[in-house]
């Protein structure tokens, strides 16, 4: 039987609306599904989850800034630590890190299962905090680049983990709104990396304050997540139901309790106590979704993204633009679009919300490529290239940049979520780590017009792949999710 579960997503639509029972009880605060499920009628307050949504997206801030943290920095790195016009060390620099998120990505399931979202979090600061410090003080190549792998482990950690904590703690008819928040605190981190790494052109030893002053964020996050609640999904699922119900009534309130309770059980079906194992994720009728989930975060990082992050001075400055303004442009148009997706996330949709970015970069790609060609020179050319530029930016946070995390975390079976979620986020380091070891070289070898038509083919390709099989989860809960979208075992 097991060759009829394949097509998991028509599964999804055909049974994604269900009828209700028509016994709703007047002042009941759900109503029970045909299947069994428990829908809530009413929308919990989001205020009450709201803060602890924000303390996780420090998480998110500190893997902004450190993404980012090399931008402006890099070549007085390159000059104080012997290095400058080495093309593969600044490579390394800026990907090393990258390894280090693999690393971390891979153990953020075990992790998280083993020690809860919580104590995730502060265990992802303290490689950030060290690995910061260690590029602070260091006087050559191979301690910047270790300094880089400790950060790279906390930032692989932090994303899965904060996507799965924010999806378990916030309220269905904000889930997406709360989701994209991370986003809004990735590109906060960005900017600020941008703004203190502007002094670092005519400061000796600046970018050693740049690196040091991450410890700030990072410290805050492992304090304050000592005052915040565990997940509900992870209290339950290590069977401590009664610590469940509380954590529930302080993050929905007191009405809303039995119905999570009992919607989280029936979505649970008795499996959350077994073990989870490589195969299951990577064959049977989790594959579908595991498949889904890694082209999607390559298919992210094969846009071109993290290029125009990591190297958009580089380009800047061969483009004859200021890279200093341009860069805190690319801040300003990156936070724009990521209030905009935080608007519209729970009222398109998601796959609306991919659908646009990926065919809006595609454009803004194609306009990067005409930039370069021989068509375009002088002042034309570096207007479409720092235009070009911004419609890219501007594109993925709308949507690219803050979707596959959530959707992901919506989609997975509560009883793989964490391990799925770290299967997929490697897919997305080893496709980060790539780009950013190779962007510079390939720039050189093959010519930016190759190189953005390229990316501007994948941003094609990935509008065709969500089209034919992302789903739609704006405005259900992540049990009805699972209970549509999961074929029988």
Known sequence: MRGRHGDAFSTYKRAALRDYVNSTRHGDASVRLVNGAIKETGSPPWRRSFPHVIVASLSSFLFGYHLSVVNETLESISVALSFHGNTMAEGLVVSTCLAGAFVGSVLSGLIADGVGRRRSFQLCTLPMIIGALMSAMT?????????????????GLGPPVAALYVSEISPTSVRGTFGSLLQIATCLGLMTSLFIGIPAKDTVDWWRVCFAVSVIPAAALAILMEFCAESPHWLLKRG????????????LGGVYVKSAIAELTKGA???????VHLTELISGRHFRMIF???VLFALQQLSGINAIFYFSSSVFKSAGA????????????????????????????????LLGSFSGMAVAMGTQAAAASSFASGWLSMYL??????????????????????????????????????????VHWVFNF????????LLEQ??????????????????GFVKKNVVETKGKSLQEIEIALLPPA
Request: with cysteine.
């Open 139 to 155: 006087n050559d190549l191979w301690g910047m680049l270790i300094g880089r792998l400790f950060v790279g482990t906390g930032m």
């Open 240 to 251: 401590r139901a009664a610590e469940a119900e509380f954590v529930f009534e302080k993050l």
């Open 269 to 275: 079906k008795g499996e959350e106590t077994d073990t």
């Open 292 to 294: 889904l989930g890694s």
């Open 322 to 353: 200021p890279s200093d303004i341009a860069n805190i442009c690319v801040g300003l148009v990156n936070l724009s679009g990521s209030i905009g997706a935080m608007i519209l996330m729970d009222k398109l949709g998601r796959k609306a919300l």
């Open 385 to 426: 290239s720092v235009g070009g530029m911004l419609m890219v930016v501007l594109a993925f946070s709308l949507g690219a940049g803050p979707v596959p995390g959530l959707l992901l975390s919506e989609i997975f079976p509560g009883r793989i979520r964490a391990k799925a979620m770290a299967f997929c986020m490697s």
């Open 434 to 441: 790539s780009i950013g070891l190779l962007f510079l070289q």
């Open 446 to 463: 093959l010519g930016p017009q190759l190189v953005y038509a390229c990316f501007a083919g994948f941003c094609l390709l990935a509008v």
